[in-house]
């Protein structure tokens, strides 16, 4: 069976059958089939997770395919507008992190169909393996989120400002984070839309120095001038807690990648903005940033000296505000969008974000 077969991918939960999951993983194990499945459970967010009990043969078992695993893919209404986050988290699974090494749910298949505009995943299923799951409503300890600094430290160092993002690089195809992601803000900073989220619970959670709508325009605008001037390197692109697992032997681990090329400041302000409860913030948050320099100087990445890492990670908090003040709740439940909200909020007001991007612009 060619591994072509799996094309056109399924984007109704109805079209996924015995024929087609064989036709994937056979991208993986070539003898494989699958004759049966049933889908345990699902939960239904920006993309959706299926959780599938397989029924498959000798050949699939000699390779190593487990009994159950998680079928990720774009079931939901919204989903063929979203084609380009299933590209990426594809692109995540098959070409990146395999190759520069950031821990992660071991896939059977990863392809994206344009013609369909959907990608599938099919992964480890994480319970099974016996992770913990973190949560937005559970910040991390210093040592926790120290532990994942030091493996976003190794796998930033990896493309440090490497050449091979350049045209007819390795790594050309990987999109500038910060400009795509505008396009995708652009729809929800049009006035009426942002006043629905100013006025939500998240917008309460929130000073009122961040409710400008026009404020919000200009520092991304300045967030992505600041991005140009310097050197990026492939990131996530969403550590967010919701994201993030520990792995049975305390090793972090990351899943849902929106994978491309960012200043790697970026990620460390996104995923502290998120990860740290906002008492424990002020008090941690100097000696995590440096110990992610000590650790990314370890690894032969350009020096960067504090001040300057301390410059970009305060202007850089708006970018993650701007992600979860504007988020719809059927992406993120609001209590995470609001607690995400108000610890970005408090971190800006504490590191003058404002002002740091009025000496950008």
């Not at 992190?97 to 344009?114: G, S």
């Not at 729809?187 to 006043?195: A, F, G, N, R, S």
């Not at 000590?294 to 992600?323: H, K, N, T």
Request: with cysteine; net charge negative.
């Amino acid at each position: 069976m060619s591994n072509r077969y799996y094309r056109p991918a399924p984007i109704t939960i109805d079209e996924i059958n015995a024929d087609w999951l064989t036709a994937a993983l056979r991208t993986y194990a070539p003898d494989v089939t699958v004759r049966g499945f049933e889908i345990v459970d699902a939960m239904r967010s920006t993309c959706t997770k299926l959780r599938l009990r397989l029924v498959v043969d000798e050949a699939g078992k000699r390779a190593g395919i487990p009994e159950t695993v998680i079928l990720k893919g774009g079931f939901e209404p919204h989903s063929r507008n979203l084609y380009y986050m299933h590209e990426k988290e594809v692109r995540a699974y098959r070409d990146v992190m395999p190759v520069l090494n950031l821990p992660c749910p071991k896939p059977y298949f990863a392809d994206y169909d344009p013609d369909q505009k959907q990608g599938i995943i099919i992964m480890e299923d994480l319970v099974a393996s016996g992770a913990t799951f973190c949560s937005a409503l559970k910040p991390q300890t210093f040592e926790q989120v120290a532990r994942r600094l030091t493996v976003l430290a190794q796998f930033h160092a990896k493309t440090w400002g490497s050449p091979e993002f350049r045209n007819g690089g390795d790594w050309a195809w990987a999109d500038d984070i910060l400009a795509n992601q505008r396009l995708h803000f652009d729809q929800y900073l049009e006035p009426d839309v942002w006043q629905r989220f100013i006025c939500s619970s998240r917008g309460a959670a929130a000073s009122i120095r961040f409710h400008d709508r026009n404020w919000m325009i200009s520092a991304l605008d300045a967030i992505a001038s600041l991005s140009k001037t310097l050197p990026h390197a492939m990131i996530h692109g969403d550590t967010h807690l919701g994201n993030l697992y520990i792995g049975p032997d305390g090793m972090p681990g990351f899943f849902d990648s929106v994978t491309g090329r960012a200043p790697p400041l970026l990620e460390i302000a996104y995923h502290l903005g998120c990860a740290l409860d906002t008492g424990d913030r002020t008090r941690w948050e100097g000696a995590l940033i440096q110990h992610y320099l000590d650790e990314l100087a370890r690894q032969g990445a350009a020096p960067l000296a504090f001040d300057e890492a301390w410059r970009q990670y305060g202007a850089m908090l708006a970018y993650g505000y701007c992600v979860f003040i504007i988020n719809e709740p059927f992406f993120q439940a609001e209590a995470i969008n609001t607690a995400y909200v108000a610890r970005f909020s408090a971190a800006m007001l504490d590191h003058d974000t404002i002002g740091l991007l009025k000496s950008v612009s």
